[in-house]
């Protein structure tokens, strides 16, 4: 299996869960397949923690994702729910019956143009132009190369993107994809809209079953697993569902560690206020029943608040990006992930999931803040002291948790990574003699350089701090968000731009024990208590009853004052 690695389950549950979900599994495998001779060194991140080695009965070896995933009916467009690389025994087998025959066919959607050359070829396009064909792996660790024609371009348009598995580019095992056929993707009726809904269907013995046996299959032929790591809606009934799946997550597996990521899409308008009071009510009842059974829960979103007044959506200084389509909003979030979680994904020393959310939600503190500089504005010559100087303080960081700016807010405690930067500039290179601009600019090595910038910024902030070589990538299907300004490195350039794509960046992220959840959760419970439920009879008999609500709003209001005072104010 995954020999030395303490491995992690994926649970990945909603449909903007999936567009963050596929943007997140397409840049492991890039990262998988990146060119012999990329600057980065191979195994800094250590792909058996995700993903797992198997075969098919016909002898083909897989490495694909440890992942269940939950959507509705209707949301794999041309994905077939059993993948690609295994094939169904019961489909291949002689029929019995000697009868007629009649055969009903649910007609699917059509994939892509572009997509499956990508999807038959699974490679990336390196800087020499020569696509780089990935092979399944035949032992441990990333994947050999080998050379093909590269297949055309393909830059998936606005238009053509309707769900996330229109541009997932990695084959999953035949046990990951569990469909909710009670449920619909599409139109008015069927949707699962409330909490009650989604805490419901693990409360069906069928799916209850099913989902524990998926559960067992890849956890059984684990030698280390160190927890789970749930992607979920938070705004709809999935909110429900992700609550009781941390829940049996901690019922049957005690001790392991489970962090949750509630994930909500972009800016929201007051035109709907049925839609608007759900998607209130989803995320405090996901908020509090989600912190009660995890380790650690972290919202994730590029909107500006959680409240019912729409707040507009976070900005990046190098990005342009439309946040009304979650496959913009998923691929920011998942680089944002792809960051943050490298701590727990690291070949060496790695810091495991139940000890970073012990860092994070000591005290009752287990709701987590994330940040993030999407790309790291570093420009060629420059060191990473000179731009750590020239990126201030933390209120230059984009906050990705919808609570609003962090100005005049604490932190408590902080998990912080840096990647995608040269070994050369982690130092200055001033020459002997020359005055200092700065303490990091005495700095000999780059860990003590962001080491030393995180202790000036916060002196009394726990920190634990993470600087690697590997970049984020970002080559297609990933969109094209960033300014003309970049490198296809993503370092920041002056004179006109090159005009090549960027195919990786660098990205600082953070996690943070924050007093700016004080705020947010304390006004999530004022806007709840001024709501008259009653009139909103349809959320409660969904599931939830008014009780069960009192007691929650009583719960976000404790968890809430669990922020409440500390040192070390941003600035």
Not at 213 to 220: G, N, Q, S, T
Not at 545 to 561: M, T
Request: glycine share 10%.
């Amino acid at each position: 299996m995954a020999g030395g690695a303490r491995e992690v389950l994926t649970l990945q549950l909603g449909h903007f869960a999936g567009f963050v979900g596929a943007h997140w599994w397409n840049q492991q495998d890039a990262a998988l397949c990146a060119p012999t001779g990329a600057k980065e060194p191979p195994g800094e991140l250590c792909p058996d923690v995700l993903y797992r080695t198997g075969r098919t009965p016909h002898g083909q070896e897989t490495y694909t994702p440890r992942l269940i995933l939950m959507d509705l009916k209707g949301s794999l467009s041309s994905l077939k729910q059993e993948g690609g690389l295994y094939r169904d025994r019961q489909l291949d087998a002689a029929i019995a019956w000697q009868g007629k025959l009649t055969t009903h066919r649910e007609e699917l959607y059509p994939q892509i143009p572009g997509l499956q050359d990508l999807l038959s070829a699974e490679g990336v396009l390196s800087s020499d132009g020569i696509w780089r064909v990935k092979s399944i792996p035949s032992g441990k660790g990333p994947p050999p190369l080998t050379t093909a024609a590269a297949p055309k371009p393909f830059t998936p348009t606005e238009d053509s993107i309707r769900v996330w598995s229109d541009f997932l580019r990695v084959h999953l095992h035949p046990r990951s994809i569990c469909m909710i056929q009670k449920y619909n993707h599409d139109g008015e009726a069927g949707r699962l809209e409330a909490f009650g809904q989604g805490e419901s269907i693990l409360k069906e013995p069928r799916c209850l079953e099913d989902v524990e046996d998926r559960l067992h299959f890849y956890v059984e032929e684990c030698d280390h697993l160190q927890g789970f790591q749930i992607l979920c809606d938070l705004h709809n009934g999935f909110s429900g569902l992700g609550a009781k799946a941390a829940e049996l997550l901690r019922d049957e597996y005690s001790g392991r560690g489970i962090i949750t990521w509630g994930l909500l899409p972009g800016p929201y308008s007051r035109g709907d206020p049925l839609k608007n009071i759900y998607r209130l009510l989803n995320t405090a009842l996901g908020l509090v029943h989600m912190s009660a059974h995890s380790s650690l829960v972290c919202p994730l979103s590029l909107g500006g608040g959680l409240g019912l007044r729409p707040e507009p959506p976070v900005t990046f200084p190098h990005l342009h990006y439309d946040p009304a389509l979650p496959f913009h909003c998923g691929a920011i979030l998942a680089t944002a992930l792809d960051t943050v979680t490298a701590p727990y994904r690291l070949r060496s020393s790695p810091v495991f999931m139940a000890r970073l959310a012990d860092m994070l939600n000591f005290s009752g503190k287990k709701v987590a803040t994330a940040a993030a500089t999407i790309p790291f504005p570093l420009a060629p010559g420059q060191s990473l002291p000179d731009a750590l100087v020239q990126l201030g303080g933390a209120a230059a960081w984009t906050p990705l948790s919808a609570c609003g700016s962090p100005s005049g807010t604490c932190c408590f405690a902080q998990s912080v990574v840096l990647r995608g930067l040269d070994r050369a500039c982690h130092a200055s290179q001033l020459a002997p003699g020359t005055p200092l601009p700065s303490p990091l600019h005495a700095c000999a090595t780059g860990e003590d350089v962001l080491a030393q910038y995180l202790q000036q910024q916060q002196p009394t902030v726990r920190s634990s701090a993470h600087l690697l070589l590997a970049p984020c990538m970002v080559a297609p299907p990933y969109p094209q968000l960033f300014s003309p300004g970049l490198s296809q490195h993503g370092l920041v350039v002056d004179g006109p731009p090159s005009g090549a794509a960027v195919e990786s960046i660098p990205v600082l992220g953070a996690l943070c024990s924050s007093s700016s959840l004080n705020r947010t959760l304390g006004d999530l419970a004022r806007e709840l208590t001024k709501l008259d439920v009653r009139r909103w009879a349809s959320f409660l008999a969904a599931g939830v009853e008014q009780g069960d609500l009192d007691e929650a709003l009583q719960e976000l209001r404790s968890l809430a004052q669990c922020y409440r005072s500390g040192g070390g104010l941003v600035d």
